[in-house]
């Protein structure tokens, strides 16, 4: 534990001094310091391998360093250690992962491919309190890391229920073929998820993600 605080003090360290070249490089909503990103990356991913981060930043409002840890559980603590150690600095809000968003984008670029939200469908089950979510598409691909499609959902999901809840209220994430009339199996528009989340969440118990 006390090498992980001082790999988090180190990397905290290391931010202050560079950040004003990150936030230099700032073209419209992207960052070109990619060697000093590159280094960020390689820091957080020492203290736990899991860990991400991305910056959000729009026409008002500071800049936003949004630390995540790619839908492992196990690394939620690490995350929320690193923002509680989080220093102050101009300009620059520091989040522990994704937030709800609204409005919800309908459509989402991944690697040039589009995903558009009215693709998915749904079905959301409490099973002796624990949540299954089964997600419906055309085609399921033998390797789900393969297909853009399942990171666009993935960033949908973030943006419909919250990266957090997503975690620890999801029990398990499934993939299925999406049937030729998905109304007449009781399937609901991916973008319904959020209401039927919100229902059903208050009876489940903190648990964490398993994905099939």
């Keep these: 534990m006390q090498q992980n605080t001082k790999e988090i ?5 290391k931010l202050q001094a560079t950040i ?8 419209e909503n992207q960052f070109d310091a990619e060697l000093l990103l590159g280094d960020y990356r390689d820091i957080l991913q020492k203290i736990d391998e899991n860990l991400t981060f991305h910056f959000e930043a729009d026409e008002e409002g500071p800049i936003e360093m949004i630390f995540g840890c790619d839908g492992y559980p196990e690394s939620i603590h690490t995350v929320l250690n690193i923002v509680d ?10 989040k522990a992962f994704n937030p709800r968003y609204d ?8 690697a040039g491919d589009l995903c558009e939200l009215r693709d998915y469908w749904f079905t959301l089950q409490n099973s002796d309190r624990k949540l299954h979510l089964t997600i419906y ?3 399921v ?4 890391e393969l297909d853009p499609r399942i990171e666009g959902v993935m960033i949908f999901l973030d943006a419909l229920i919250g990266e957090y809840e997503l975690m620890t209220k999801i029990w398990a994430l499934d993939w299925a073929e999406l049937p030729a009339d998905p109304i007449d199996y009781a399937l609901k528009p991916l973008s319904e998820l959020r209401g039927s989340f919100d229902d059903l969440k208050g009876s489940i118990n ?3 993600i398993t994905f099939h």
């Design 9 to 13: 003090a180190d990397f905290w360290q």
């Design 20 to 27: 004003e070249q990150v936030l230099d490089s700032k073209t």
């Design 85 to 94: 150690a989080a220093p102050n600095v101009n300009g620059i809000s520091f």
């Design 103 to 110: 409005p919800v984008p309908n459509c989402i670029n991944v």
């Design 137 to 139: 598409l055309p085609f």
């Design 141 to 144: 691909p033998e390797d789900l």
């Design 206 to 208: 903190p648990i964490g």
